[in-house]
């Protein structure tokens, strides 16, 4: 006999199967059971007949099952290519679990598929156990969201299609549309089952075809003309934040202005970068060229550093283009700002590239080239710098986002083209939750080693992300934490004036654990290292698990 609830689940898994989802990320319960019974046979070694292959991922904790899955959809996007991948919880306390990467894949732009069991109608209001309003429980932070009513005995097949076909089509986006759904993100699938909630060992049917085109509403992009060439002044800057891509390098070797790129930008290549940005911004040279900039054009969302925010602020003129999946969020004095970079953007009028001959970016290159070098020290910046040399071109590595990424911006080169790591960060928001478990999806995703860069808060703040159960897959990971004796980040801001006490209690949060038997106890191995010699031998041996290196650069 089969139950409505599992032949829906069936229904359902198949036909994301059938749009292009692979993983499935997976939280026990019971009200989910129905979910779990039919990706328990789809994820086997050996399926059922007719079952679709996918690959599950198990995890005790919704928070960090929720981050695995956004790495996972940050390792495939990395990889060129995106698919959304698939999160299934029960209800209650679960469902609200999700909402820290729900909201950093929102503002990142990563497609995830948000599958949450909850009670029928008939309970919903009376105080049945496990049961909360999680219908628009993540407001604005989803693409769509439906509550599904529960299934029942009679109906006929084709509605978990039709509902897997328009969930998976608005989290991936369309490029055709100008409203939040023209860009991934996620959505939420509230599904309400009825009891029996236990596997019925029902047969894998194919599943219904459906309409391909799924619509949300009316909100087209009209077709335009492309966008006017950015104003070819001499005294131009281009600023590449997170996800900008080549684009931004290719405004600038056009027009012969400087590209002040952060890491994770995709652009920090040839020669119109300016690696040494930072230090060059804090010197009274970089001051001068900085006031003489006629004109900023930004790509991608830079967020790291006040120096770049105030260049943007004070820009006589500022074009903004890609800047992430809330683009219309860009400054407000910007003169144009549009979703994508257009090709009139990488191009002068007169198809000519003025990388040659600009007197102004050689200016900055010289100003950058005349800078007192770095003295030499066992800190932040050093184990940074053994980080990048230990990766190769088109390698991807993840990289935390307090000091970690800042310690990058610091020391990375300008690479040559087609020489960069692909570095990656949650940019989203910022946060510094879920960053390991970001990496295991990462790794899990681009089936080969991931590394990672991270500080011991951040660490810390997400370590159940090793907690990989017996029957789950391990993938090759190296952390690589920078142990400095807390959120030392604040050093650097206004709150280092208050009275030391109450900085280091407030705010640094000294934390004092022992971080050898902490990797034991998950099944990872662990080494410390204390100088870059040291980290250098460590970085250079072969990622073949899961492995912790903790670079102690303080006590």
Request: one cysteine or more.
């Amino acid at each position: 006999m089969s139950y409505p609830s599992a032949a829906f689940a069936r229904e359902l898994v198949s036909s994301l199967a059938q749009r292009g989802v692979r993983e499935f990320v997976l939280c026990p319960g019971s009200r989910s059971g129905p979910l779990a019974h039919a990706l328990a046979e789809a994820g086997a070694d050996n399926p059922p007949l007719g079952a679709p292959g996918v690959d599950l991922h198990v995890r005790i904790d919704e928070r960090s099952a929720a981050f695995l899955g956004l790495g996972l959809a940050r390792g495939a996007a990395a990889t060129g290519q995106a698919r959304a991948v698939a999160i299934v919880t029960t209800s209650g306390t679960a469902v609200g679990n999700l909402l820290p990467a729900v909201m950093e894949a929102h503002h990142s732009g990563l497609p995830l598929l948000l599958l949450t069991a909850d009670r029928p109608g008939e309970l919903r209001g009376v105080g049945a156990n496990q049961t909360t309003d999680q219908v628009g429980i993540f407001g604005t932070f989803v693409r769509w969201s439906a509550d599904v009513a529960a299934p029942a005995e009679g109906d006929a097949p084709g509605h978990a299609a039709r509902l897997a076909n328009q969930a998976v089509g608005v989290a991936l986006g369309d490029p055709n549309r100008d409203d939040m759904t023209g860009t991934p993100g996620p959505v939420h699938l509230n599904l309400e089952f009825r009891d029996p909630l236990s596997a019925d060992n029902g047969v894998w049917d194919d599943p219904p075809q459906v309409d391909a085109h799924p619509t949300t509403g009316s909100h087209g992009i009209p077709i335009v003309d492309e966008p006017a060439p950015v104003p070819e002044v001499e005294r131009g800057l281009v600023i590449a934040g997170d996800g900008a891509g080549p684009a931004a390098r290719f405004i600038a070797e056009a027009h012969g202005w400087p590209l002040l790129a952060e890491p994770t930008s995709g652009a920090r290549e040839g020669d119109a970068c300016i690696p040494q940005y930072l230090d060059l911004l804090a010197a009274d040279a970089g001051r001068t060229l900085a006031n003489q900039v006629h004109q900023v054009v930004v790509v991608g969302r830079p967020t790291l550093t006040r120096q770049v925010q105030r260049l943007i602020a004070d820009a006589p003129a500022l074009m903004v283009a890609g800047h992430g999946a809330r683009w219309r969020e860009a400054p407000r004095h910007a003169e144009r700002v549009l979703r994508a970079v257009p090709a009139s953007w990488t191009q002068r009028s007169d198809g000519t590239l003025a990388l040659g001959d600009s007197a102004w970016l050689a200016r900055w290159r010289d100003a950058a080239g005349a800078l007192e070098p770095q003295a030499s020290a066992w800190d932040r910046r050093a184990v940074a710098q053994a980080f990048l040399a230990s990766l190769t071109p088109g390698e991807p590595a993840l990289l935390g986002s307090s000091g970690s990424i800042r310690a990058v911006d610091q020391v990375a080169p300008a690479w040559a083209v087609g020489d960069a790591p692909v570095l990656v960060a949650n940019r989203g928001l910022a946060g510094i939750d879920g960053t390991v478990s970001t990496t295991v999806g990462m790794a899990l995703a681009s089936r080969r080693p991931v590394s990672a860069l991270m500080g011991d808060v951040t660490f810390l703040h997400d370590v159940g992300g090793l907690l990989i159960g017996p029957r789950e897959t391990r993938p090759r990971v190296r952390i690589v934490v920078i142990n400095d004796g807390g959120g030392t980040i604040f050093g650097g801001l206004e709150h280092a004036a208050a009275p030391a006490a109450n900085v280091e209690r407030v705010f640094t949060t000294p934390h004092g654990v022992d971080l050898a038997p902490l990797a034991a106890a998950y099944g990872v191995t662990y080494t410390r290292v204390t100088n870059a010699d040291a980290l250098a031998r460590a970085l250079a041996a072969e990622v073949t698990g899961m492995e912790l290196i903790e670079a102690a650069v303080r006590g």
